[in-house]
Structure formats: C-alpha cells, structure tokens
C-alpha cells in the first residue's frame, strides 16, 4: 500500500511540475495586415526562420473529391533558416474570421494543387494549396512543425 501512495504522489508531481512549464507563444502572424493589405517588406534582420505567404483562392476540385464546399488558400513557404525545413499538408490550418481554426487533413485529396510533401534547403521556396472543408472567410493559416508545435502563421490576403 505504501508503494501505491508513493505512485501516486509522484505521477501527482509529475503531472503539477509538467502543467506549470510555460507554454510556447505562437509565432507573430506574417504577411497582410488585418485590413487585408500589405505590410512593410521585411528587413534582413527580422526575417522569421519560416517565411509563410497566403491569398486566397479557389480550387479545382479533384476526382476524388466528394463535392462539398471547400475554403482554399495559395500558400508560399520560404526557408529562411540553415536547416532544411519539412513540409506536408497535414501540417496546415486555416483560421476563419470567426476564429474558429479548421485542420487542413479533412480535405486531403479533395482539390488539385495541394502543398507537396516535401523538404526544403535554406533559401528555398515551395508553393501550393490549401484547402479545408467549409465555406468562410479565412483570417490566417498556421503551418506546424514535426513535432505539431506552430512553426509559421499568416495572414491571408484577399
């Protein structure tokens, strides 16, 4: 019984000490400003390791896409940074103006274009869409990282 009481005390510890560890702010939001326009051009000294570019758009709808309704961004993503950068569109998420957040792996498969698989060197670029199921007016798109931590945010530009 003590073995059990000292179990459990420590998991209760383990789980206070892990809740109390800060959390990762997300990245600042790229691209167009809240009015839709665009912002100032970057200085090389506050370039972001991931540049994330959106504009919305409409997309094809593939052979296997089930018909229904599909919000669609053009998205550019630059590497910035001196590692190679991965990238799949699992990793993409749509914010509409309402705030709600839509995972972009509901639509796999539903439209043409989408964002490749793929790595990128620094100083590389890749472009591609994005789409999640719904009709609304996307705010900003997020892109993750490997490890589901945001690794980029955007506006999206009209």
Known sequence: MRKFILFVATAAGLTAAAACEPVEDAPPVQGADARGGKTGAPTRKTKPPIGLAAKRTIAEHSILSEGGALTCVKVTVANNSKKKVEINPLYFAITGKDNVKHDAGDALGEYEGQVATT???????VKGVVCVKGKFAP?????????????????VAS
């Open 139 to 155: 705010k900003t798109v997020s892109m993750t990282n490997p490890l589901f931590s945001t690794a980029a945010r955007a506006a």
């Open 119 to 125: 790595d990128i060197a620094p100083g590389e670029k």
